[in-house]
């Protein structure tokens, strides 16, 4: 018995995919030596899903090796610049690429201030867009690969050949965003986006997650507008101890948190006892 239980251990082991989390962009909007917000799933040394494309985004995504051609999704957590402007960069890169089949490109709905993803990509690359040059990716026959936006208005799970995606509406001011879950196998990761948590939705998706990428964007004293946007390192820790999640990674740093790092570990290990980290552009993990 003993003997077969191991074999099946092993044997789950040997057949795992081996499944990585990269941060392609540690950074916010600001200038300071980091791309902004991007991160990559890589499975089997495959890069399978891109989540954000901030400013350098393209680079980074370059320096690593991954190629469009093997993306199953992109995901837009919000439109703000910081995470969504290199989309025309990786768009018009297709042309050069050998991707032809077509890419899902997930975002949030729109309101009042800010657009959807659909409407965002016909703002962009529609025929009377800015891009309107490009307007060929919306089509089923394009040049290059084509792009099919996709709006989620509550929480929703969509399922790809590799991973499981499970995305839930979050509190970013006036901005519609949305946090990301994402699993492999019995591997998952929490992306917060941006938010304050004040509708605690990232609760509905934390529960036990291997890594929750949480950004980190405002020190425990910030007062005003700030923290109607970001979660502070208290609300980060309470989240990941009451959802029992194994480590956190702390990224979109900014320069109001950065040479804090000690401060923020302090207030954060009071709460919680996992393994928290910082991320630079460039880190991957291994889940
Ligand atoms: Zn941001």
Same mark, same amino acid.
């Given at each position: 018995?003993?003997?077969?239980?191991?074999?099946?251990?092993?044997?789950?082991?040997?057949?795992?995919?081996?499944?990585?989390?990269?941060?392609?962009?540690?950074?916010?909007?600001?200038?300071? @030596?980091?791309?902004?917000?991007?991160?990559?799933?890589?499975?089997?040394?495959?890069?399978?899903?891109?989540?954000?494309?901030? !400013?350098?985004?393209?680079?980074?995504?370059?320096?690593?090796?991954?190629?469009?051609?093997?993306?199953?999704?992109?995901?837009?957590?919000?439109?703000?610049?910081?995470?969504?402007?290199?989309?025309?960069?990786?768009?018009?890169?297709? *042309?050069? !690429?050998?991707?032809?089949?077509?890419?899902?490109?997930?975002?949030?709905?729109?309101?009042?201030?800010?657009?959807?993803?659909?409407?965002?990509?016909?703002?962009?690359?529609?025929?009377?867009?800015? *891009?309107?040059?490009? %307007?060929?990716?919306?089509?089923?026959?394009?040049?290059?690969?084509?792009?099919?936006?996709?709006?989620?208005?509550?929480?929703?799970?969509?399922?790809?050949?590799?991973?499981?995606?499970?995305?839930?509406?979050?509190?970013?001011?006036?901005?519609?965003?949305?946090?990301?879950?994402?699993?492999?196998?019995?591997?998952?990761?929490?992306?917060?986006?941006?938010?304050?948590?004040?509708?605690?939705?990232?609760?509905?998706?934390?529960?036990?997650?291997?890594?929750?990428?949480?950004?980190?964007?405002?020190?425990?004293?910030?007062?005003?507008?700030?923290?109607?946007?970001?979660?502070?390192?208290?609300?980060?820790?309470?989240?990941?101890?009451?959802?029992?999640?194994?480590?956190?990674?702390?990224?979109?740093?900014?320069?109001?948190?950065?040479?804090?790092? %000690?401060?923020?570990?302090?207030?954060?290990?009071?709460? *919680?006892? @996992?393994?928290? !980290?910082?991320?630079?552009?460039?880190?991957?993990?291994?889940?």
């Amino acid at each position: 018995m003993k003997k077969t239980i191991l074999l099946l251990l092993t044997l789950t082991t040997l057949f795992a995919a081996k499944v990585e989390f990269e941060v392609l962009g540690s950074g916010g909007p600001e200038i300071d @030596g980091r791309a902004s917000t991007s991160y990559l799933l890589w499975i089997d040394d495959e890069a399978k899903l891109i989540v954000d494309m901030g !400013s350098g985004s393209m680079l980074r995504f370059e320096q690593s090796h991954a190629k469009l051609e093997t993306l199953e999704a992109a995901v837009l957590t919000h439109m703000h610049i910081d995470h969504s402007v290199d989309l025309a960069s990786f768009m018009k890169a297709g *042309y050069f !690429s050998q991707r032809r089949a077509s890419l899902d490109v997930i975002g949030p709905e729109g309101n009042h201030y800010f657009p959807s993803m659909s409407e965002f990509v016909e703002r962009l690359f529609g025929s009377d867009g800015a *891009y309107a040059y490009m %307007q060929d990716i919306l089509e089923e026959d394009s040049d290059s690969f084509s792009l099919v936006p996709i709006d989620i208005e509550e929480k929703t799970t969509r399922v790809y050949k590799d991973f499981r995606l499970t995305m839930i509406p979050v509190h970013h001011g006036n901005v519609p965003a949305i946090a990301v879950r994402i699993d492999v196998d019995s591997k998952s990761i929490l992306i917060s986006g941006d938010t304050n948590n004040e509708n605690h939705s990232l609760e509905k998706l934390a529960t036990e997650v291997d890594l929750f990428v949480a950004h980190h964007a405002i020190p425990e004293e910030a007062k005003g507008y700030a923290t109607q946007l970001h979660m502070n390192p208290t609300e980060i820790a309470t989240i990941a101890q009451k959802s029992h999640v194994k480590n956190i990674l702390l990224t979109h740093r900014m320069k109001r948190t950065l040479g804090k790092e %000690q401060e923020t570990l302090e207030i954060i290990k009071k709460i *919680y006892k @996992g393994k928290v !980290s910082f991320a630079e552009d460039r880190t991957r993990v291994r889940l």
